[in-house]
């Protein structure tokens, strides 16, 4: 199944990498910051679980810009 996406839909997802990565940077930031051990170990998850989710958006954006082509 080749689904296709229309034009607002590549968008919406495109709005929703940008903010997962400014998701991430914070994570990744604060991490450095950050003295309590279970908090600097709920950053680091984060962190991971935005890199993951980010991968999957990235495959997302990459079939709708083949199908608005």
Known sequence: MNPTYAM????????I???KTV??????TMQ????????????QQDAAM???QLSELAAI???G????Q
């Open 23 to 28: 998701c991430m940077t914070k994570s990744k």
């Open 65 to 68: 810009k083949e199908a608005l």
């Open 32 to 43: 450095a910051l950050v003295t309590d051990p279970e908090l600097k170990l709920i950053l």
């Open 8 to 15: 607002h839909e590549v968008l919406e997802v495109h709005e």
């Open 17 to 19: 990498a940008a903010f």
């Open 61 to 63: 954006l990459t079939k």
């Open 50 to 52: 935005s890199s993951d």
